[in-house]
């Protein structure tokens, strides 16, 4: 005999209760399709990074006012321009040798000295162009205006002396300093602030002439300026298609070569008590140079004007 079958109705005895919706299953991402042409399993490929540089490494007996120099020429300058205000040594087995006297000053001061490695050194100093050398001292010294009028007043002040006009690129003051120091130029000046800071790249780059000729920083660069005219000196902007040809205006030593930025020039209030204006030939296939380049060119023809003038003078 046969069982009945139970009743599947709603709210029958023994029938199964009402089922709800059925819920989502997660599902994973979907992959994006493959390429036309690539493998469906290849794994994306990697980029490839360039490795950076690498930081400078905060000593803790790294004070407020103290940089880590690097690169054989301007550490061979801080030590020979003012060893007192070096605080510690750092460098290669390879450098123990040509940097022997250093060695033997720190000894004797008892200034800290240390051989590292080379990788070592590229974390200490900051830069992979340390050279084998780098050197943690007080940062290079800056004048400001009343230095500049102080040793103008007493006839101390070397020339020709440059300003720049917006020239922010501490490689490019580095590279300036390195021709004005070939050159025999007083000082670089330029607006307080405006000015890149002497940072270790730009030191180095200058190849130790940041220990020979002072950065100045001016607060008022129009006054300063006028003030430097009432001593002797001449202010003369420099431009890519004004002025007349610099070889033809015998700049001479009491001048001040005013250099302005690539994209902006020579700015309006340092034109204003400009007493000439001279440009650099050539051939208009590029807009300027490089402020650098232009500036060993402006340098070398004041120099030039100063031994034709002494030729003439003594009639040879």
Not at 156 to 175: K, T
Not at 247 to 266: D, K, P, T
Not at 286 to 300: D, H, R, T
């Amino acid at each position: 005999m046969k069982r009945p079958r139970p009743s599947r109705r709603p709210g029958a005895a023994g029938a199964e209760p009402p089922r709800g919706p059925r819920k989502a299953q997660p599902q994973a991402p979907r992959q994006p399709l493959p390429q036309h042409g690539e493998a469906a399993q290849r794994p994306p490929r990697a980029v490839a990074k360039s490795e950076p540089q690498p930081k400078p490494q905060r000593s803790r007996h790294r004070g407020r006012d103290e940089e880590t120099y690097h690169g054989v020429r301007a550490c061979e300058a801080v030590f020979a321009r003012r060893p007192q205000d070096i605080v510690r040594v750092y460098l290669t087995a390879e450098q123990q040798r040509r940097f022997a006297p250093l060695l033997a000053y720190c000894a004797k001061q008892r200034r800290g000295f240390q051989v590292v490695e080379s990788d070592n050194l590229a974390r200490i100093s900051g830069s992979q162009h340390h050279e084998g050398i780098a050197i943690l001292a007080r940062a290079c010294p800056r004048w400001s205006a009343a230095d500049l009028e102080r040793s103008a007043a007493a006839n101390q002040l070397a020339g020709p002396l440059v300003y720049l006009d917006g020239v922010q690129n501490p490689h490019n003051l580095g590279a300036i300093l390195r021709t004005a120091a070939h050159f025999g130029s007083g000082a670089v000046l330029g607006l307080r602030g405006a000015l890149p800071p002497l940072s270790p790249a730009a030191v180095r780059v200058a190849e130790g002439a940041a220990e020979f000729v002072p950065v100045c920083d001016l607060d008022d660069p129009a006054v300063s300026l006028a003030r430097l005219k009432a001593h002797g000196f001449r202010v003369v902007t420099t431009s890519s298609h004004a002025g007349e040809p610099v070889a033809a205006a015998r700049l001479g030593r009491r001048v001040i070569l005013v250099l302005g930025s690539e994209g902006q020039g020579v700015s309006r209030p340092i034109a204003s008590v400009a007493d000439a204006a001279v440009r650099i030939p050539g051939t208009g296939a590029v807009e300027s140079l490089n402020v650098s380049v232009a500036c060993g060119i402006l340098l070398g023809e004041a120099c030039r004007a100063v031994t034709a003038g002494g030729a003439s003078r003594s009639g040879t």
